[in-house]
Structures are given as structure tokens and as C-alpha cells.
């Protein structure tokens, strides 16, 4: 079942999605060469005190770190560690959700550590988060979920090719509802299935979490022995952005986006719903 959220419903899930917008803020500003995953993950848990938020990945199906630190070739759910010391050159995917009174917020972005990143890398980050709205951008009243899958692969697939080839669009991990619980119903794909058919139609109060992950080779991916760590099959290094978006009777709010989506939005031809916070 695809749970429906009430105005006031989604003005909570804005709240956990401002605290995630600062998570991803302070991350981002303390990723820099020598810093460990670890120092990134206590500078998350402190925002997530300040902001009389809970975490909503620690403990999740048993994992241990307030957020996902995935570097390079990990695509999603690296583990935060005192081990894995960031570098000049490194892509770094950071995954941050946050709890407010039971409602949950979960994004994801890109970021480059210090200097040195190839435009091919450069490139990446870009293709997928410019995918990432152009599904966010989807999100209408009439579409079904397939249409958000479609505007993804369809913004990818029309970028011109890495010299590997091709961007691989992950296969094994996608989008999901969000609300009550941090992964709830519909699945969403990054691609179109389809033997999965259109999939329910986007109707106001539907909160989704949509999150491309792309690579610069194969789509397959791996699960490491700690049963987290999912790293590409070839090697070749990934991209992840994530928001929470919700559909409202005046248009999609993008949760987890500072602005709500505005701006971004705007540029795309879409008008952003009213900020229940503003």
C-alpha cells in the first residue's frame, strides 16, 4: 500500500528534510583530504542533536553509522570508519536521512574531495544529479511512476558517452516511497522495466525518494562480506543524488532541497509547491 500524507503530514516531513539540508551542508564542508568517514559521521550526529532530530539510518537493519559514506567505486551504504581516510581526488556519495516526530527525511549527494577530479568525473556528478530532477520534475499529477523512471533513464541515455562507453544505471537499488517509515511502497526505478508495467499513478500526499546512482561502466554491482558495502562489479567509479519529493494539490516540494525545489524547478518549466514552513 502507498501510504498518503496529510498537508500536516508533509509539513513534518519538510521539517526532517531541512534537517537532512544541513546534514548534507556540514558533511560536505568537512570532507577535505585526511578527514576519515568517521569524523564525517560525528559531524552528522551533532547536527542531527541540535536539530532535536533522530537518526534515521543507525541501527536501521543493524547498520552502525548515521549516514553512508561511499567512496569511489562503492556506489551506496559505505560504511562511516575510522579506517577510510578521504584524499585529494576522491568522489565521495553521501546518503543522510533524519527523523521529526516519527516522520522521515533522506537525501543524497556527490561531492569532490579537495582538487585533482577529471571532467569524466565531473561529468558523472553532473549527468546524475540532472537526472535526478528531471525525474523530481515528473512528479505531476496524471503521471504514473513509470514517467519519473522514464525521465531519468531518458536524461541520461540522451548525455553524450564517457570513453567507457556508456553510463551504467544501477540496477540493483533505486527510489522509494518515504513517511512513516524511511523505505515504505512504490520501488522506483531508475530505468524502465517493462515487464513491471506503469506502475500506481502520482496522486497529491505520495511522498517518494528519488535517487538516481550511476557509474561510468557496468550497472552490476556487489554486496561486500560486511553486508553492507555495495561496490561496482568493473571497478569503475559512481555518482548518487538523492531527494524526497512530495506531491501536493499545488505541485511537487522537494523535501530535502533548502529552497524546496524552487529554482531547479523553475528552470525545468515546473512550478514548486508552496513551503508549509515559509
Known amino acids: 500500500?502507498?501510504?498518503?500524507?496529510?498537508?500536516?503530514?508533509?509539513?513534518?516531513?519538510?521539517?526532517?528534510?531541512?534537517?537532512?539540508?544541513?546534514?548534507?551542508?556540514?558533511c560536505a564542508e568537512a570532507a577535505v583530504p585526511g578527514a576519515t568517514t568517521k569524523d564525517l559521521d560525528e559531524v552528522a550526529a551533532k547536527v542531527l542533536a541540535d536539530h532535536g532530530a533522530k537518526p534515521n539510518f543507525l541501527g536501521y537493519g543493524g547498520f552502525p553509522?548515521?549516514?553512508?559514506?561511499?567512496?569511489?567505486?562503492?556506489?551506496?551504504?559505505?560504511?562511516?570508519?575510522?579506517?577510510?581516510?578521504?584524499?585529494?581526488?576522491?568522489?565521495l556519495s553521501i546518503d543522510a536521512g533524519a527523523i521529526i516526530d516519527g516522520w522521515h527525511g533522506d537525501a543524497a549527494l556527490t561531492v569532490f574531495v579537495g582538487d585533482g577530479h577529471s571532467a569524466e568525473l565531473r561529468e558523472l556528478s553532473r549527468v546524475t544529479e540532472e537526472s535526478m530532477w528531471a525525474g523530481l520534475a515528473a512528479v505531476r499529477k496524471g503521471n504514473r511512476l513509470v514517467d519519473i523512471s522514464k525521465a531519468i533513464e531518458g536524461?541520461?541515455?540522451?548525455?553524450?558517452?564517457?570513453?567507457?562507453?556508456?553510463?551504467?544505471?544501477?540496477?540493483?537499488?533505486?527510489?522509494?516511497?518515504i513517511?512513516?517509515?524511511?523505505?515504505?511502497?512504490?520501488?522506483?526505478?531508475?530505468?524502465?522495466?517493462?515487464?513491471?508495467?506503469?506502475?500506481?499513478?502520482?496522486?497529491?500526499?505520495?511522498?517518494?525518494?528519488?535517487?538516481?546512482m550511476v557509474t561510468l561502466g557496468t550497472p552490476r554491482t556487489h554486496v561486500l562480506s560486511d553486508e553492507w558495502t555495495v561496490k561496482t562489479n568493473d571497478g569503475t567509479w559512481s555518482s548518487h543524488w538523492e531527494h524526497s519529493v512530495a506531491l501536493t494539490e499545488q505541485g511537487p516540494l522537494v523535501l530535502t532541497a533548502p529552497d524546496g525545489g524552487r529554482a531547479k524547478l523553475a528552470e525545468l518549466g515546473i512550478e514548486a509547491a508552496p513551503d508549509p514552513l515559509a
Open 179 to 212: 513517511g512513516s517509515q524511511m523505505h515504505m511502497d512504490p520501488h522506483l526505478l531508475n530505468y524502465v522495466d517493462r515487464r513491471r508495467g506503469r506502475g500506481p499513478k502520482l496522486v497529491p500526499g505520495m511522498c517518494l525518494a528519488i535517487e538516481p
Open 1 to 26: 500500500m502507498v501510504e498518503i500524507k496529510t498537508p500536516e503530514q508533509i509539513a513534518k516531513m519538510r521539517e526532517a528534510g531541512l534537517v537532512v539540508a544541513a546534514m548534507h551542508k556540514a
Open 65 to 91: 553509522g548515521n549516514i553512508c559514506t561511499s567512496v569511489n567505486d562503492v556506489v551506496v551504504h559505505g560504511i562511516p570508519d575510522r579506517e577510510t581516510v578521504l584524499k585529494a581526488g576522491d568522489l
Open 155 to 177: 536524461y541520461i541515455r540522451r548525455q553524450p558517452r564517457p570513453s567507457s562507453g556508456k553510463y551504467g544505471i544501477v540496477e540493483d537499488y533505486g527510489g522509494h516511497g
